[in-house]
């Protein structure tokens, strides 16, 4: 048992799920993983992933014994001040993935696994300690067939079998042989072994690999807390004083005073420095006046081209790579293409796990729609302090046909939602490229919006983009209106403004490139040249989008009207122009509320 677990049983939160893994723990650390615990995020390190992260304090008794915390720093457990949270974080550099919404550990350790094995080519491999409860969760059997199918023999999963969950048994109890035939199904190797007995572990953990190993540990929760011992009500609770200090001293008298201390095996030094500094489209895009494309397929030529000039550039795709067009990576570039299936929960903690410790450029990609599928994923990225880039295609009314089970009207509101987040939404093909080339250089989450129909090229190719920089592309010395579009409705902005003209009406129009964060800066200097008159229209739903991001930008500024065109209702299939003048965001609609809002300033004066 680990010395310094008895220490943290004073202020621990979640003893009795710290006791039923505390064997493995200390098998995995001091007998099975190859690690420099002086450099936790050494590159060629076993990895290990905790899913189920209410256990934290057990990872961090583990880290103190290994010396790479102080043993007093356990007592700081949840403060306010201290590196050790409730649940795992990577501000605690021994930790690569944030834990504690359960079902998504082993998914990161997929990525961090295929990576290893494919990528870097390493001897490195991964653990991931999964609860009994956490095997409920749909995301966790997402990640069992994906590991199995990529044959990830460097991948072990721990399945903690306590039996009981928060407030209720786990559905399968101790029927260890029911999850052993589970996981037998899903492609792995399964073993069923006592967790609290050393030698069976050590045993198992030992023997060579050649497909995923499921290790089914049946344990007792609060083991070696007697009056907790597989029993109900004790989950997330601390021990009353009077019972921590008599378990306390019970496990110091069980602890054989020894000068020999354990320490893991140093790892093999066989993955490859990476650097991921600069990642550089080598010359500007090609698109010539006149050309059409969609945004969608503008992406898909990007992230090849990207990746023809950066080996560590990866693509992963949910099954529709004909549409978001990362085909095109897959045709150039084949063993760093992942596809992962109509799984798009796992796709992204996938994403997360091939991105850690800075080893690849990460892009996924789907249907703009299908990302709120993985938004707890998502969610947890940020908290991870990821650095992932997610494209989502089709979105909007304007995808037609489709209908709406198909068209991404929630995406924007949905990433910038995210603090870490950085949202493009590039209008053309030489903006799309930019954003591309943009988001494998930003830090954190970044979303690029694309389209479905074939519009014009708006930008000269040497035109320069930054993120939080928006364009000003039409524009006259006497603009009455200020309307801000993006993607397809920047487009039909601009078909508005030709209109116009013939009625001499001008307006200024507006192309935001980053939605997050917003260009205030410039769409209050334009907008003020209109008299504060601003007209936003998007292909999304009212809620959440580029209309409440210029209302959020606006908001102090005096003598200001934001009049906003938005998708109001649940949409229906249809060609794309007939949904976009259905919903009121086509041109004629544009032109429409340009009259208006003259209109209402002539009559307010």
Sequence with gaps: ????????????????????????????????????????????NDRFILSKGHAAPVLYAVWAETGYLKENELLNLRKVDSILEGHPVPKQQFVDVATGSLGQGLGAACGMAYTGKYFDKASYRVFCLLGDGELSEGSVWEAMAFASYYQL?????????????QSDPAPLQHHVEKYQRRCEAFGWHAIIVDGHSVEELCKVLSQPRHQPLAIIAKTIKGKGIPAAEDKMGWHGKPLPKDMADSVIKELQGRIISCNKRL???????????????????????????????????????????LGRYNDHVVALDGDTKNSTFSELFKNEHPNRYVECYIAEQNMVSVAIGCAVRDRNVVFASTFATFFSRAYDQLRMAAISESNINLCGSHCGVSIGEDGPSQMGLEDLAMFRAIPTATVFYPSDGVSTEKAVELSANTKGLCFIRTSRPENNIIYNCNEDFHVGQAKVVYKTNDDHVTVIGAGVTLHEALAAAEQLKKERIN???????????????????????????????EDHYYEGGLGEAVCSAVVNETGFNVHRLAVSQVPRSGKPHELLRIFGIDRDAITQAVRKVLSSSANAK
């Design 1 to 44: 048992r680990l010395h310094s677990f008895s220490s943290l049983l004073c202020v621990c939160v979640h003893p009795t799920s710290c006791c039923s893994v505390a064997e493995v723990m200390s098998v995995l650390f001091f007998h099975t993983m190859k690690y420099r615990p002086e450099d936790p995020r050494n590159p060629n």
């Design 153 to 165: 023999d460097n991948l072990v999963a721990i399945l903690d079998i306590n039996r009981l969950g």
């Design 263 to 305: 320490y893991p095996a140093p790892p093999n030094e066989d993955a490859s420095p990476v650097s991921l500094r600069n990642i550089r489209m080598p010359s500007a895009p090609s698109y010539k006046s006149g050309d059409k494309i969609a945004t969608r397929k503008a992406y898909g030529m990007a992230l090849a081209k």
């Design 507 to 537: 307006i200024r129009v507006i192309d935001p490139f980053t939605i997050k964060p917003l260009d205030s800066k410039t769409i209050i200097d334009n907008a003020r040249a209109t008299r504060g008159r601003i007209i936003t229209v």
